[in-house]
Each structure stands twice: as structure tokens, then as C-alpha cells.
């Protein structure tokens, strides 16, 4: 039995909360912080009836049936293809079956449980639920029991087709995003990379919605101008070049395009990669899944197969090998790489330690690789999926900004307080004082000093504050004007006051390039931060702050 993380604690108690006030509600984890295990915990401990988790890929129902294995002390039942449960065999009261919805879809499969109703069903990557199929099942199982509790865990909740999952879950009782999850150290940190072919042109590829709603390239269009024999090497080398040693998984337009990138990359590094897609026999696919785990292939191509339900925590680069409107799909690609590595992160109480613990490891960051050409459509990057609590602005300012192998949630903190202060100056530059305070004093250029002879200085004395302490005001963010008039010990007195919540400007810009916020943070336990990251090494995150 695992034990869950504080986070999937939290979903669980919510959900928990939730379904005592509705009949169903929805969880929301990026990919790779353990969804399945979560639900595994909630099937495990679930009292009110029979449970069912609903899944739409065979990776996603073996991993199900795995990891509820690992809670229950059995197998559970599964219903997929020819694999069938008998329920009127099966032991009563506690019944957990693992289901295929194309194979639950069917009518035969529903009604030999109609005797032994469900009492929840956990629908995975609940934003296919909408789909005709998923909602037939759910139906039909709450036409047989209309006390059913339903529950939906998805990584990318959203739909641009209007088609709302509040039409089948009625609540949200937790989420969290992938920057938040990178920031709380549960995943690791994303490095963005652009690789500009200038023989690549999008403008005249198509653009038709996908199955989730969102505008996106027709991939038949993709494939005429990424199969080309130039376009092939054009990716291939700048691959091999960047990525270096990392494990790598890189997702194509078509099938047809997957293969022969693959066979491209084999020509420079023979055997370094391998290819899957939907009509792979899935035992050669476990094979070479299997490979890639154990480094015995650098690359893995494919074409949307490995979006959802692959787990590999050693892959630490992910190569875009087409581009991409759709903001689910790009999300779904770049959850592949974002695991660390098992055993560095779980045990690790604090946020700051688990990110340490990530940033010493083998597998420090994620490297995404996005092939980019002459387009005059705005393309999807890994700056729109981190980017999700900051506007449009910082977003097109970090990706603007972003030097190669720029730390993605770093360019964004940048970018937020660049455009902070840009915006402050634009608000400021219309301002203009009704008078100012100043002194004159006229000088005999001839003679031995000044002449004061009179002054026009009309403000009042300085305090006998010192220079560094007005200095250390400022930077503290106290006005000048009001830390002028201070004595000594009024400067000391505020010093102490104000430094126990506010750390200065150049510690708040260290804390921030690090992924740390400085809010209500002191001056001495930033001071601790900084050293904590010194006493790791600078050099694994840039130079260190001069």
C-alpha cells in the first residue's frame, strides 16, 4: 500500500467533501503526479457499493489494474476486448472492476451488471467524458442506481468546443497546475528551446478543429512538408546536436512521419531510435518502451500514442517534431517529461528541498525541443502551459525574452516583474511635481569657496540618518523622501521593523530567478534561501548573482 503524497491527500479528502454534496465532481493533477494512485486509494477505501474505473487506451486500464492491485491485495476485474468478468461469481459487497469503455459501451457488458450495480465510477482522463460512449455508460449505470457517485481525473480539463464537463460532473473538489506542481518540487523544472528551420513554411497547411474542439493543423498537410528528405535532416541533426545524452521522446505529425524521422536519426547514430504507433504489436511496444527505460534506445518517435498513460520517469527531453495549436495536446506531450526521477522527490516534507533534491539529481530539468519555421500563425509553446496564472503580456514577453535552455517558470517570474516595473514607468511618465525642493547657492568662480550669500532652499533639514541606512530604506522600499526626515535611531528602529517581512530588491530578484516567491519573506531568511542555493552549486542553474 503506497502512501499518498500531501497533495493527493488533500484531492481525496475534497473529493470526499464534494460527494457529500453532490453526485459527482472532478480532480485535476498534471500528468506525472499520480492520478491513477490517487484514485486507486479512493476505489480502495470507497464503502457505498461497487466501484468501476473507466478508461479509453489499454496502457491506461493495466496501469488502473496495477496500481488498484497494489491497494486491494488482488487483481481487480477487467472488462476489455475478449477479457470478461462473471459478477455473479465474484465476491459481493466490494466488487472493483477495471473497464474499457469501448467494450463497457456495449449493451451485453452493461446488463450482467445489473444485479451487482455500481456505486462510483471513476471515469480517467475525464475529458474525453462528453464523448456518446462515456455517457451511455454513466447513464445507464445511474438508471440503475440513482445514488451513483461519479468521479473525473483529468491533466488537461479544458475544452474549446463549448462541450463543458460541467454537463457530466458537477463540482471541482481540487486541482493544481504544472507550474504549481514545479514550484511545490513534485515535478521537474521545464528548459525551452526553439530550433528555427528556414526552410520550414506552416502558412499553407490547413487548419481544421481536433476532437477536443481546438483549432489545430490538419496533420495530412504536416506530413507533405515534414517527410520531405531536406525537412527530415533538418530535424534529425539539430536532435542529435541538443538533446545530447537525454532520453528522448519526440512526437510527429503522422505515422508515416514518425518512421521515417526515426529511420533519418538511425543513418547519423545507428540504433539510437525507434518508432511506435497505434497498429505496433503490443508486445514489441512493451519491448521497446521497455528499451528506452533501460537506455538501450535514445529516442522514441511517435504520433500521439504515448500522450497519455506512458511512464517513463528517465525521459528528460521531449522533442515537438511538428507544431501545435492545441494548447491539451501540447500539454499532454510535455507531461511525458516532466517525472523526476523515482525515489528523489517522495519523503521530502519541504517545497525548497524537494526542488534542491531535483536540481542535484541526474535528471535536473526537462528539455523541450520545438521545430519552428515560417509561419504567420501563433504557435502553442511550453510558455502558454506554465504560464496559465500570468496574462497574455508576461507570457509574450518570457517566450520573446527566453535565451537557449532558458528555465521556462524562471523566464515567466522574470517577465512578470519586468513588465511590473515597465508598467509602473508608463504610469509614472505623465507625472510631473508642483514644486520641488532644492538649494542655490551662488560661487565666486574667482575667490577661494562658495559665497553664500543667500539660498533658495526652502525643504526641511535633513534627519541625521546615514547615508547607508537611506540606502538600505529605499531598497527596502521605504520613500526617500520619508526615510530623509529620520534620525538615527528612528532609521534603526524601522530597519529592524520593516526587514522582518521584506527582504531588499536584489534579494527578491535572486529568490525569484530561482523559482522562490519573496513575498512577505525577511531580510535574514532570505538571506538563508540564498545560501541554501549557493551551498548547491550555482553553476547547475546559471551564474551566480554578482
Given at each position: 500500500m503506497k502512501t499518498l503524497r500531501p497533495y493527493q491527500q488533500a484531492a481525496l479528502d475534497a473529493t470526499l467533501a464534494r460527494l457529500r454534496q453532490y453526485a459527482s465532481t472532478t480532480v485535476v493533477l498534471p500528468t506525472g503526479l499520480g492520478?491513477?494512485?490517487?484514485?486507486?486509494?479512493?476505489?480502495?477505501?470507497?464503502?457505498?457499493?461497487?466501484?468501476?474505473?473507466?478508461?479509453?487506451?489499454?496502457?491506461?486500464?493495466?496501469?488502473?489494474?496495477?496500481?488498484?492491485?497494489?491497494?486491494?491485495?488482488?487483481?481487480?476485474?477487467?472488462?476489455?476486448?475478449?477479457?470478461?468478468?462473471?459478477?455473479?461469481?465474484?465476491?459481493?459487497?466490494?466488487?472493483?472492476?477495471?473497464?474499457?469503455?469501448?467494450?463497457?459501451?456495449?449493451?451485453?457488458?452493461?446488463?450482467?451488471?445489473?444485479?451487482?450495480?455500481?456505486?462510483?465510477?471513476?471515469?480517467?482522463?475525464?475529458?474525453?467524458?462528453?464523448?456518446?460512449?462515456?455517457q451511455k455508460v454513466i447513464n445507464y449505470c445511474r438508471n440503475v442506481n440513482p445514488a451513483l457517485k461519479g468521479v473525473g481525473i483529468t491533466a488537461t480539463p479544458n475544452r474549446a468546443d463549448g462541450t463543458a464537463l460541467g454537463l457530466v460532473f458537477e463540482s471541482v473538489a481540487y486541482q493544481m497546475s504544472i507550474n504549481d506542481a514545479v514550484v511545490g518540487g513534485w515535478l521537474v523544472p521545464v528548459t525551452q528551446e526553439y530550433v528555427v528551420v528556414d526552410s520550414l513554411s506552416f502558412d499553407r497547411v490547413k487548419i481544421r478543429k481536433n476532437g477536443l474542439g481546438e483549432a489545430d493543423f490538419v496533420a495530412a498537410d504536416l506530413e507533405q512538408v515534414l517527410t520531405e528528405e531536406e525537412t527530415l535532416h533538418a530535424m534529425a541533426v539539430p536532435t542529435l546536436e541538443r538533446v545530447g545524452e537525454r532520453s528522448t521522446l519526440v512526437f510527429t505529425a503522422t505515422v508515416r512521419h514518425a518512421h521515417l524521422l526515426a529511420a533519418v536519426l538511425n543513418r547519423y547514430r545507428p540504433g539510437s531510435a525507434q518508432a511506435v504507433d497505434g497498429g505496433t504489436d503490443p508486445g514489441r511496444r512493451r519491448e521497446i518502451v521497455a528499451d528506452i527505460a533501460a537506455g538501450r534506445v535514445q529516442y522514441l518517435c511517435n504520433c500521439a500514442v504515448l500522450t497519455e498513460g506512458f511512464d517513463v520517469p528517465n525521459c528528460s527531453a521531449i522533442v515537438m517534431g511538428r507544431p501545435h495549436k492545441s494548447l491539451v495536446l501540447y500539454t499532454q506531450m510535455l507531461g511525458r517529461g516532466l517525472r523526476p526521477l523515482p525515489g528523489v522527490v517522495d519523503g521530502v516534507a519541504d517545497a525548497f528541498d524537494r526542488r534542491m533534491q531535483v536540481l542535484t539529481s541526474p535528471k535536473p530539468d526537462c528539455l523541450v525541443l520545438d521545430f519552428v519555421?515560417?509561419?504567420?500563425?501563433?504557435?502553442?509553446?511550453?510558455?502558454?502551459?506554465?504560464?496559465?496564472?500570468?496574462?497574455?503580456?508576461?507570457?509574450?514577453?518570457?517566450?520573446?525574452?527566453a535565451a537557449p535552455k532558458k528555465d521556462v517558470g524562471q523566464a515567466l517570474e522574470q517577465a512578470k516583474h519586468l513588465l511590473a516595473l515597465q508598467r509602473q514607468w508608463k504610469e509614472r511618465e505623465d507625472i510631473r511635481a508642483d514644486y520641488v525642493r532644492y538649494g542655490a547657492y551662488p560661487v565666486d568662480p574667482f575667490g577661494d569657496g562658495p559665497a553664500i550669500a543667500g539660498s533658495a532652499y526652502t525643504g526641511p533639514a535633513r534627519g541625521s540618518i546615514t547615508d547607508s541606512q537611506l540606502r538600505l530604506l529605499i531598497n527596502l522600499g521605504v520613500s526617500g523622501d520619508t526615510a530623509r526626515r529620520y534620525s538615527k535611531r528612528q532609521a534603526g528602529a524601522v530597519i529592524d521593523k520593516v526587514a522582518r517581512t521584506h527582504c531588499t530588491a536584489k534579494q527578491a530578484r535572486v529568490l525569484a530567478q530561482y523559482g522562490i516567491d519573496p513575498t512577505g519573506m525577511g531580510m535574514d531568511e532570505a538571506s538563508q534561501k540564498i545560501d541554501e542555493i549557493a551551498a548547491n552549486g550555482w553553476q547547475r542553474l546559471g551564474e551566480s548573482p554578482q
Open positions: 492520478k491513477t494512485v490517487y484514485a486507486a486509494k479512493l476505489i480502495a477505501d470507497w464503502v457505498m457499493g461497487n466501484a468501476l474505473f473507466l478508461a479509453h487506451t489499454k496502457e491506461l486500464i493495466a496501469q488502473a489494474a496495477d496500481k488498484l492491485e497494489a491497494e486491494l491485495g488482488y487483481r481487480p476485474a477487467v472488462e476489455m476486448n475478449l477479457q470478461s468478468a462473471d459478477p455473479d461469481t465474484l465476491w459481493q459487497g466490494g466488487l472493483v472492476v477495471v473497464g474499457s469503455v469501448q467494450t463497457m459501451y456495449g449493451d451485453r457488458r452493461l446488463d450482467k451488471y445489473r444485479r451487482h450495480p455500481f456505486g462510483l465510477i471513476v471515469v480517467d482522463e475525464c475529458h474525453h467524458a462528453t464523448a456518446p460512449t462515456y519555421g515560417n509561419s504567420a500563425h501563433k504557435l502553442v509553446s511550453s510558455f502558454d502551459v506554465l504560464g496559465g496564472s500570468y496574462d497574455d503580456e508576461v507570457r509574450d514577453l518570457a517566450r520573446r525574452g
